[in-house]
């Protein structure tokens, strides 16, 4: 069977009822059967939805007829620029994707000022109107933000700005271009100095926590809105220490943050891999518990946008973010999502914006179909196309973990807590623009 329109997937026992809940991805519906018949679609399932049976065969009827709220579509151009202003970074991370900037291939470059006029000149013909500054550390090139803004103020164009730093070099000067430009601004913390310090390093081996949290600090004494990334690393288990520790400890510096985890390949890791992920899973069902309390005490991206999927009916097409985005490296060269090089060149800034438009389409064409939904649980999740080979590796305790999330959910549904969400999720909208990522095209 592959018309997604008819695929669902048996949660289990109601724990309301003698009832047993469906879940239905394309329509993003909890439905409750009874018993029986619940029993029955669960030997469906493992069979590949092949069993031929009068009970089975009108349930799909009924749940064909439900549909989704939105479909969200892959844009015709990007809508996000990230910019990687130097391929330099003065730490060395230990599970760093993009080897410190260069991906392993760029030679060690700034964008200069010819380049940015160009660049500039780029995103205005593709209508972009979120850029975010990137690298390799783009606080080490602080005057190439500042052009980049000056040129973009000079044409009158409405951008948003965004900067992603390992937050060791946040100075008086940045502070106040953050302020002035309302830059959003996501610094790289990975919880108390012990877990940071051990994969966050400079070239020297020193930890940088010290000079991150000095960094955090300054941004905070201006009152400006901070989004903090963590990655969870396996080896903090050594330590016992859980994402939900981290969670609650990176709620002293802002209210919305990501704990991801760590992108790690190795296959003779994997047993700490495995037990990283279930760390995770159990971490997610947490963090939603929290989001349905009376006041939010602290929200995570990731339950955020697969929380926000399921209340709003959205039903995703797609499931890479690459789509939105172009990137352009410090030589001017462009490529899809920051994840991709060295694959995935579109082409570089002193082209016509035509043709760059057209190799992203040819590109999106031919990836796509890579990352696209090829389980029932696609719908929920991200696959991030250089997470694929990790997350089929592990993708039974994926689904696992997806299950309990999303007994959860439907527990919060049958306690009409999802008012509770939807508040909190409102009030952070007010503080964190993160509608960008809402999936609402
Ligand atoms: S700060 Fe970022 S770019 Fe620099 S080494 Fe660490 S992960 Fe890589």
Not at 69 to 77: D, Q, Y
Not at 154 to 176: A, C, H, Q, S, W
Not at 416 to 424: A, C, E, L
Request: aromatic share 14%; net charge neutral.
């Amino acid at each position: 069977m592959n018309d997604i329109r008819m695929i669902y997937h048996v949660l289990g026992p109601s724990p309301y009822s003698k009832d047993w809940v469906v879940f239905h991805p394309y329509s993003l519906s909890f439905i409750e059967v009874p018993e029986d018949l619940g029993e029955k679609l669960q030997i469906n399932e493992i069979k590949h939805y092949h069993l031929n049976d009068r009970d089975i065969k009108l349930f799909l009827d009924s749940i064909i007829e439900l549909k989704p709220k939105i479909v969200a579509k892959v844009p015709s151009r990007p809508v996000y620029a990230y910019i990687n202003l130097t391929s330099y970074c003065n730490l060395a991370c230990s599970y760093c994707y993009v080897q410190q900037g260069s991906y392993g291939f760029l030679k060690p470059e700034t964008f200069n000022e010819k380049l940015i006029k160009k660049t500039v000149e780029l995103i205005d013909s593709l209508g972009i109107r979120y850029v975010a500054f990137f690298g390799g550390e783009p606080l080490l090139h602080q005057d190439g933000i500042k052009k980049f803004i000056e040129i973009f103020e000079k044409n009158n164009n409405y951008i948003e700005f965004g900067i992603v730093t390992n937050g060791t070099l946040i100075n008086k000067d940045f502070v106040e271009l953050a302020k002035s430009y309302k830059i959003s601004i996501t610094v790289s913390l990975d919880g108390w100095r012990l877990l940071h310090d051990l994969n966050r390093q400079y070239r020297s081996g020193k930890g940088s926590f010290s000079d991150v949290i000095k960094g955090i600090e300054a941004l905070l004494a201006e009152q400006i809105p901070l989004f903090i990334q963590a990655t969870y690393h396996p080896s903090f288990l050594n330590y016992k220490v859980t994402p939900l520790k981290i969670a609650f400890y990176l709620s002293k510096f802002t209210k919305y943050f990501a704990i991801k985890p760590a992108l790690i390949l190795e296959k003779d890791r994997k047993y700490e891999i495995a037990s990283m992920f279930i760390e995770y899973g159990k971490y997610a069902v947490e963090t939603l518990d929290i989001l349905s309390k009376d006041n939010l005490i602290y929200a995570d991206q990731d339950v955020v946008s697969i929380t926000k999927i399921l209340n709003d009916r959205i039903f995703r097409s797609f499931n890479c973010e690459f789509s939105y985005y172009i990137t352009i490296l410090p030589n001017g060269d462009i490529y899809t999502c920051n994840t991709m090089p060295p694959i995935g060149k579109i082409g570089h800034v002193n082209e016509d914006e035509v043709n760059i438009v057209m190799r992203y389409k040819s590109l999106l064409k031919e990836i796509l179909p890579k990352v696209s939904i090829k389980k029932w649980y696609d719908v929920l999740g991200s696959a991030c196309f250089p997470y694929i080979e990790m997350f089929n590796t592990y993708s039974g305790i994926i689904e696992s973990n997806m299950d309990h999330f999303l007994m959860k959910f439907y527990i919060i549904l049958k306690e009409n807590k999802i008012f509770n969400i939807v508040k909190n999720l409102e009030n952070l909208r007010k503080i964190y623009n993160y509608e960008y990522e809402a999936y609402t095209l």
